[in-house]
């Protein structure tokens, strides 16, 4: 079965720029779709399509996907975008979810 | 405004069997496949199911297939998910979440944009 895999966390200081990443066999192939998840909250969808942002979602977040690694960037981040954040795609009739990075904000 | 409310969860024992219904509001239900997302105590997301928009067309995780069927009334815009045989390892918060775009699902499946707030199944004797 095909597995995505992301670091378990990832900081970056107030106002920087934080990427993370997600891996996978040829993702570069595949859409990928990005969640953010506060502590006792629903997911919250992000990014769709690698870098697709719905409406309402700040311009700070971004994606790329290319090869093995897809990237959700968030840019000048801010102490509110503290979270949890997945990685997921559509595989053999799946949806796969990575396993989740946890950011902190600095 | 789109609502997704879940009901249904609670305490079941081992072996037991549980539906969970998710009550759609605020677009039109059948024209979106829907999915059911789990998330034990302290563990990231997992894709339990999904559903197209006609019901025609469900896909299941490996973990739960044979025993969890998921199926929708487009008559009263809900959603459900009858869980059999359930195990401990099933103890989650389950999540109903709606399809990204219309008339798609499947592998042209974009995400999830809207999701419920969440019910909670405890298996435990």
């Known amino acids: 079965s095909y597995e995505l895999t992301q670091p378990l966390s990832v900081s970056v200081a107030l106002g920087q720029t934080a990427r993370i990443t997600c891996g996978g066999n040829?993702?570069?192939?595949?859409?990928v779709h990005w969640y953010q998840q506060k502590p006792g909250q629903a997911p919250v969808l992000v990014i769709y399509r690698d870098s697709n942002r719905p409406s309402g979602i700040p311009e700070r977040f971004s994606g790329s996907n290319s090869g093995n690694t897809a990237t959700l960037t968030i840019s000048r981040a801010q102490a509110g975008d503290e979270a949890d954040y997945y990685c997921q795609v559509w595989d053999s009739s799946l949806v796969v979810f990575g396993g989740g990075t946890k950011l902190t904000v600095l | 405004e789109v609502q997704l409310l879940e009901s249904g969860g609670g305490l079941v024992q081992p072996g037991g069997s549980l539906r969970l219904s998710c009550a759609a509001s605020?677009?039109?239900?059948?024209?979106?496949?829907m999915s059911w997302v789990r998330q034990a105590p302290g563990k990231g997301l997992e894709w339990v199911s999904a559903?197209?928009?006609?019901?025609?067309?469900?896909y299941y995780a490996d973990s739960v297939k044979g025993r969890f069927t998921i199926s929708r009334d487009n008559s009263k815009n809900t959603l459900y998910l009858q869980m059999n045989s359930l195990r401990a390892e099933d103890t989650a918060v389950y999540y109903c979440a709606k399809d990204n775009l219309p008339y798609c699902g499947g592998d042209c499946y974009l995400g999830s944009d809207y999701w419920g707030q969440g019910t909670l199944v405890t298996v435990s004797s």
């Open positions: 605020g677009f039109t239900f059948s024209s979106y496949a």
């Open positions: 559903i197209s928009g006609s019901g025609g067309s469900t």
């Open positions: 040829n993702i570069g192939s595949k859409n």
